[in-house]
């Protein structure tokens, strides 16, 4: 039974590859799982174990794809970076995303136990993420994406870290505490929270201020006196993009080997200013750092 | 800190909705299973409890997303078939094919354990799928579709249960066995497999021979004398793809839940020849049939 | 002085392939025609001259791509009409589209003279006109785009007759004949035009009121006693889209030598009713008819 | 007769908006113009009048569209440049290119009489174009391709220069000279065309090698002593492409008229090197630069 009669559909299959020279953020988010830390009690407003076992799903796919330059999570949501000279699957978009999607929600499901052992999933209501891709072809745009992820993390965060403590500690309903922090700013917030209860929201943990940075980690770099570019990267790095693109497909794969071996670090820092980017110019230029000597 | 001053990033997400009015299939495969195989020590040629894994994980998706109407397994493949008039996720492509990935590969990972109970997932080893979407204008292209994945079954299948018999039972290398298999025919190797070792293909089961549909079980139909279409389908459904596809949501609400009701069966039968579509009108119409009744 | 070192560019090129077995229809519009209507002194509510133009640049687009099976236009707006077994250009969008829009304005510029004796065209104050493809891939959706657009046609056209027989002929401002006939519905319009003017809208031109179709003619076929399918086409020939899809490169040529051989008629006919398309079935069918016989 | 019946078809338009902050080239090319140069007798290897045509053209369409910072013509192509924070048509791919196109082809085939007053164009063969749309999303990445451009068309112009000699004056076989040619590289034609024609090829004119660049005049800016950024851009311009991507719709409008009242001029430069861009600074940075001061 020869099956060319049938292989005219294969046709129908539309090329999806990016465009070339472009960073591509592959975002992942978690699929009704509002429903779904109610069925798992996650605690309010952050649940601890939550964030790590998608940090560690997160630093799974990092290590699977030593392509991706950096990645950043918040709640149930994770952005993953592949860097404009990625050749990976040929850049195909599809392909790109379901591998990270696939990825991350095998080592999601796998890790519970490991973050939630009194908490077991629960058949048939499992996690799962979907995810898309989008590109961005300055280094500033990137850079600004990143930063639109931090400051949503930081104004949901002290908007659900006051509303809960409103409603737990305070003894409020949901609706009057959302009723009372309709058209608040953050001072509102920063005053209701210390006021009343007494907390100093700076004091709060980092990893839900500021969320979670993954990248590999090589030796830091000083900072400059002068910023040289406002991008946060030397103009002859952006300039370099183009040549990283036209790298051989050897040279591509040691590249890979070489990045395997750093290690992947989870950080809660600042990733809206320039310091992140200068002390690790690594991320953004595609290029393995130095790996960190030992004592 | 307002976040305005960064959102402008979000106007590169470029849309990607299909098609309207077209066959969505999406189509997963094992992302290096071959090296799987090895790790977990599948039986060669074929692993019966990897394929009912495969289903089982493939009939919570079917149950979790009532807008499926077919799915087709084989090997570490699975097609998944949403209906021209489907609106789900207002058909973006992204959303449908994560979504689908997401949950199977979570279900994959969760049951693993069921099916292979003396061979647990060995860390960070995990199994993982990548998908793609693609249209089909006409149900005929659809059905070429369906019947090019079940002849390549075929394919596969004869060549895998020749070349395994000669190498297991034949104590044939590897390279001799593929050797000598260059260029035959099926009925070549079907009498190698009858003469030398005495097994008569069609008595294989028929879950390797034909692979796997799901479906929802409703009444089956009786086949009218003469089929009235060439493509399995009355001619007058055909036409109805244009009205299902302007139905308004509250309809489609009320289809998805007459749909989770019915049974998602799993079948090892022709999906090439007309009967099969024929005796299952609902899932060409996208109309859900009568529940069966009970004795 | 090679060139290897900059021809990477060319990976920028994106792909725009259509999906195959899909009707393409390529829609232009004239650019910024109400200005050019009042520079060139277009008649109102119709300018016979203009609409002559308009048709004979595209019996000329015709006549250039024996591909097109159909044409329809109105106003300063043409849709042109692909089969889904169209193979030209590859399918390529971009290509597609220019090609029309292109030689449409080579010919209108061109004829213009012809058409406007008494009103040279003035540098720079040049037409021109925009386009763009879409796919529909039933011929239900194709049959109803056309209505569509004979639709609008018809209520343009009594909207325009009404308002500016009331201007020209009634003596009333813009804005007045606007407001009355703001919230009119037909009847109400056909009464004014009756009542006042003694216009009978019945009688108006054909090309006013139905637009015009362009398509190759051949012998007309005979309507059968009923109407076998709701697409206005044999339910056997919607199934030959795929057979048509996979002709060979010689058959194509073949086809649009016959197809030149027919002469391309302007008609101004109803097109919403099945009669247009029953007794014209190589419209729909793509396959040539016979040539009129002489008399 | 409503309309609403028929305008779900409109659900089928698909988006076509090119991701933002990119450079977009649109590049348009004669279609089987090898005809049209026999069936109008161009001279060979060059025909002045139809280059100069072609400019003329594209003046037209520079000053149409006062978006368009540069563009470059050579043979019957030309390509048009739209800066990475252009917003017009809402960046939609289809009506750009579809634009150029039109209003190309108009002036093309209206101003041929000029250019060609003893050959006028014979009805129905007229001249027409294709064209698309390209994305480069970095500066250097545009450089490339103008580059790619210039190289092709010195490349082209040298073997057609070389080729015609042969056969014009040298009286060979277009066979004999095409075989003769095979292999040779620069200096081998230059050779040819100086030891037995006793043409020094850097002596021919400027416009058949190095083709026509069409820009907006201001006044030319001294070369800084060393150049700041590789891309012949100051860094700082480069990062600027976002803020520009975001200005609003009547600044857009404003500098849409600085820019028409700067002069279109045709130059036959180098444009591979740094200085024409680094004396040319608006080009890049998308902004006006000054007037040039009348004396």
């Given at each position: 039974?020869?099956?060319?009669k049938?292989?005219?559909?294969?046709?129908f299959?539309?090329?999806?590859?990016?465009l070339?020279?472009?960073?591509?953020?592959?975002?992942?988010?978690?699929?009704?799982?509002?429903k779904?830390?109610?069925?798992?009690?996650f605690?309010?407003?952050?649940d601890?174990?939550a964030?790590?076992l998608?940090n560690a799903a997160?630093?799974?796919v990092?290590?699977?794809l030593p392509?991706?330059?950096?990645?950043?999570g918040?709640?149930d949501?994770y952005?993953?970076?592949f860097?404009?000279s990625?050749?990976?699957?040929?850049?195909r978009?599809?392909?790109?995303?379901?591998?990270i999607?696939?990825?991350?929600?095998?080592?999601y499901v796998?890790?519970?136990?490991?973050?939630?052992?009194?908490?077991?999933?629960?058949?048939?209501?499992l996690?799962?993420?979907?995810?898309r891709?989008?590109m961005?072809p300055a280094?500033?745009n990137?850079?600004?994406?990143?930063?639109?992820r931090q400051v949503?993390c930081?104004?949901?965060?002290?908007?659900?870290?006051?509303?809960w403590t409103?409603?737990?500690?305070?003894?409020?309903?949901?609706?009057?505490?959302?009723?009372?922090?309709?058209?608040?700013?953050?001072?509102?917030k920063?005053?209701?929270?210390?006021?009343?209860?007494?907390?100093?929201?700076n004091?709060?943990?980092?990893?839900?201020?500021?969320?979670s940075?993954?990248?590999?980690?090589?030796q830091?770099?000083?900072?400059?006196?002068?910023?040289?570019s406002?991008?946060g990267?030397p103009?002859?790095?952006?300039g370099?993009?183009v040549?990283?693109?036209?790298?051989?497909r050897?040279?591509?794969?040691?590249?890979?080997?070489?990045?395997?071996?750093?290690q992947?670090?989870?950080?809660h820092?600042?990733?809206?200013k320039d310091?992140f980017?200068e002390?690790?110019?690594w991320?953004l230029?595609?290029?393995?750092g130095?790996?960190?000597t030992?004592a």
């Open positions: 039974m020869a099956n060319s049938y292989e005219y559909v294969k046709a299959e539309q090329p999806d590859v990016l070339p020279n472009t960073w591509i953020v592959v975002r992942i988010d978690g699929r009704g799982f509002h779904l830390t109610d069925r798992y009690n605690t309010k407003p952050n601890r174990r964030l790590d998608m997160a630093v799974e990092m290590k699977d392509d991706l330059c950096i990645a950043y918040v709640s949501e952005s993953f970076v860097h404009p990625c050749q990976l699957f040929e850049r978009s599809a392909k790109l995303v379901t591998t999607v696939s990825t991350f929600t095998a080592h796998y890790l519970w136990g490991t973050y939630f052992p009194d908490s077991p999933l629960q058949f048939p209501y996690p799962s993420f979907d995810g891709a989008v961005y280094t500033r990137l850079r600004d994406y990143m930063s639109w949503d930081h104004i949901n965060n002290l908007y659900n870290t006051t509303f409103m409603v737990l500690q305070g003894g409020m309903s949901n609706t009057d505490a959302e009723q009372e922090l309709k058209g608040t700013v953050s001072s509102d920063n005053e209701i929270l210390f006021k009343r209860f007494g907390i100093n929201y004091n709060e943990e980092e990893i839900y201020k500021k969320g940075v993954l990248y590999r980690q090589y830091l770099e000083d900072i400059k006196p002068k910023s040289e406002k991008s990267v103009a002859e790095e952006e370099n993009n040549q990283e693109a036209k790298i051989s050897s040279q591509q794969d040691k590249l890979r080997k070489l990045r395997r071996k750093a992947v670090v989870v950080d820092v600042d990733i809206i310091e980017w002390r690790r110019p991320i230029s595609g290029k393995p130095k790996l960190p030992e």
